[in-house]
């Protein structure tokens, strides 16, 4: 194999929301049918900016990138650690670089993986953590870990192997609370787990950046400046405002008091349902019409909420859209 890394910074649009998928398997991970030529044109049609490359281990799969990406597409380098205990993403990792996964949650050693991948900026990502299959289920702590996938693949789906979504937004949301009070949250990704054709981009991440390359990507990711869309058919635009002041998804509105004014700008959820979250439950419940497209706005204030996050479901249930918290102070 001709060893050839993609670049860490491609052309992008400058400041702005870029939508990507950061777990992603090829035919270099045992089950993937897809080589890195076609998933790389198939993240082009799916509307994506960027994916990470985590194939499981153990062999150097980063070097067979480079020669697909182009001026267009971001290719993060990563790894699926896949310990016996629990599956992890290694995010931003160094060309050629691995992480180690012959351990479990008994060894008590993650600590120095995580700080081997957090060492070269990268980020480490706890995977879809209520998979049902054999040492798929996440069994350590969330301490040490950046964000948590709380969206594997399509949001119910009766296959088998399928990442139970629900439980994992459910343990995520009611950690946010304590989380956000003690001024350190974990924020949330989606991903598809791709090993087959027609898999990828179902969920994924669109992340703010200033620009479309790794070290941007991976700070939106990490300061939760980003949400979750099934698809590209799905935009949510989320904001909280005080007077003068903004804030979007994964900021602080410094409120001074002042009364919170919180809204969802949906399309592409036909009769949609939008929800809004708070440390209280949930706080608001909206409708959108057919045509998918609408605003949902309501009124709170810091006294009352200390955060707010979103949800947009389908009306049978299942997520098209979840945002991280927005912060109220
Ligand atoms: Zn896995
Ligand atoms: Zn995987």
Known sequence: MTVDYPPTRVAGRGRGWYRGDCHVHSVHSHGG???????????????????????????DTHGAWGRHVGDDLLVILGEEVTTRTGHWLALGIRPGQLIDWRYGVRD???????????????????AHPYAPYLSGTFMYPYQGFDVVEVWNGPWASDAPWHADNESALAEWGRGLAAAVHRGRWRPAMGNSDTHLAG???????VVLADELSTEA???????????????????????????ERTAGTGERLESGGTPVVVRADVTGVPSGVVTFHTERGTVHRAELPDTGSGTVQWRTSQEESAFVRTEVRHPDGPMAALSNPIVLS
């Open 33 to 59: 049918e897809l080589t890195p030529e076609q998933l790389a044109a198939a993240a082009r049609a799916a509307g994506l900016d960027f994916l990470a490359t985590t194939e499981h281990a153990p062999a």
């Open 108 to 126: 008590d050693v993650i600590d120095r993986h995580l700080d081997l991948v957090k060492e070269v900026g990268g980020l480490c990502v706890a």
């Open 217 to 243: 990507i991976l700070a939106g990711v990490r300061a939760g400046r980003s949400w979750l869309a099934e698809s590209a058919a799905v935009d949510l635009t989320f904001t909280a405002c005080a007077g």
């Open 199 to 205: 898999q990828l981009g179902i969920p994924h991440t």
